[in-house]
């Protein structure tokens, strides 16, 4: 399996300028049932902070990376404090 859990954070890292890395701090793609991808996006902020923006940059870098690749895409927003 290729390291896609690095391509999609340098791709979201150079997509989202010097935010990229305050934003998303790791990703995690395992292998499912079925030949099925589940990518994980651990987000260094609150989903009401991010705002729509981050959320579609997300879904589309990781449908870009694993083009083809059948996945599944959850973002793991960090708690507000």
Not at 23 to 29: I, P
Not at 57 to 75: C, P, Q, S, W
């Amino acid at each position: 399996m290729p390291d896609w859990s690095a391509r999609i954070l340098h791709d979201l890292n150079e997509i989202l300028s010097n935010e990229g890395r305050r934003l998303v701090h790791h990703v995690d793609v395992r292998n499912g049932w079925g030949e099925i991808h589940h990518v994980t996006v651990f987000a260094l902020i609150g989903q009401s902070e991010a705002g729509v923006r981050l959320e579609k940059a997300i879904h589309m870098i990781v449908g870009n990376v694993l083009d083809g690749v059948r996945h599944t895409v959850k973002i793991d927003w960090a708690e507000p404090i």
